[in-house]
């Protein structure tokens, strides 16, 4: 029973896709639309093995089983009360058999899993450096927003063990960071190959960038039209629409 698998203070929401399920806490932490932007950005073949960097609820990990025919679908988050929220969620979804959470480090990420382990690797990690924009006390979701535990070095250092020759990482972030974000891939042999940027409106700045890197890739990068998200105040585009599912 659904009842069974939520904690006081969680709720259980509809994910608008093939009945999927997803429990959350907002005193924790809640999925917003960078991490639905990134399951729908990113390319699994089928048969492939995916790994999700620091998957807080599970949201990329349970989005991906419905929209690609990966074999099998991996999340590792460092934080206990997360990885049991998530093991939970995979369970009230019956997809044990296909998807895993693990609890552990991205910074020992290739330790865990193994060197050259899977197909694509995705992360939708904390976009502010140390300090930066922090209020509050909430460490869940100051761990979420701010590198804390870890840098957007560590994560890319890890993708680039983690991928076999060849395979594709992909990230959602903030654009402010680009230049340091395509530096970071390309010193560790990620070579940026799709770029996307998305604008809350046609007539204000972009706020987020969608990457595709290879692994030992060759240069040359496709930037691909912007994603433009409300049509007017409240009322999303058609493709953000068809991203989420409705």
């Given at each position: 029973m659904i009842t069974d698998a939520v904690r006081p203070g969680e709720r259980v929401d509809d994910?608008?896709?093939?009945?999927?399920?997803i429990i959350q806490n907002p005193k924790r932490f809640c999925f917003g639309m960078d991490a639905v932007l990134l399951s729908g950005f990113a390319r699994?073949?089928?048969?492939?093995k995916t790994l999700d960097l620091g998957t807080g609820?599970?949201?990329?990990?349970?989005?991906?089983?419905?929209?690609?025919q990966a074999a099998h679908l991996t999340g590792l988050e460092i934080q206990p009360e997360s990885v049991d929220m998530a093991r939970r969620s995979v369970a009230l979804n019956h997809l044990e058999d296909r998807i895993h959470i693990c609890e552990g480090d991205i910074k020992?990420?290739?330790?865990?899993?193994?060197?050259?382990?899977?197909?694509?690797v995705t992360c939708n990690p904390p976009y502010m450096i140390g300090q930066h924009g922090l209020t509050g006390n909430d460490r869940a979701k100051a761990i979420a927003r701010h590198e804390i535990?870890?840098?957007?070095?560590d994560v890319v250092r890890e993708a680039a063990k983690l991928l076999r020759p060849g395979g594709k990482f992909y990230l959602v972030h903030r654009p402010f960071r680009l230049a340091e974000l395509l530096c970071?891939?390309?010193?560790?042999r990620l070579e940026p190959k799709r770029m996307r940027l998305v604008y809350?409106?046609?007539?204000?700045e972009p706020n987020m960038v969608l990457l595709e890197a290879d692994r030992g890739g060759n240069p040359r990068m496709t930037v691909e039209p912007p994603l433009i998200v409300y049509r007017e105040p409240g009322v999303?585009?058609?493709e953000i629409y068809e991203v989420y599912g409705y």
């Open positions: 994910l608008q896709r093939n009945g999927l399920r699994v073949g089928e048969g492939e609820n599970g949201i990329i990990p349970l989005l991906m089983s419905a929209k690609t020992e990420a290739s330790r865990i899993f193994g060197v050259s382990t899977f197909d694509v535990l870890c840098t957007f070095e970071t891939l390309t010193a560790h809350p409106f046609v007539d204000k999303y585009t058609s």
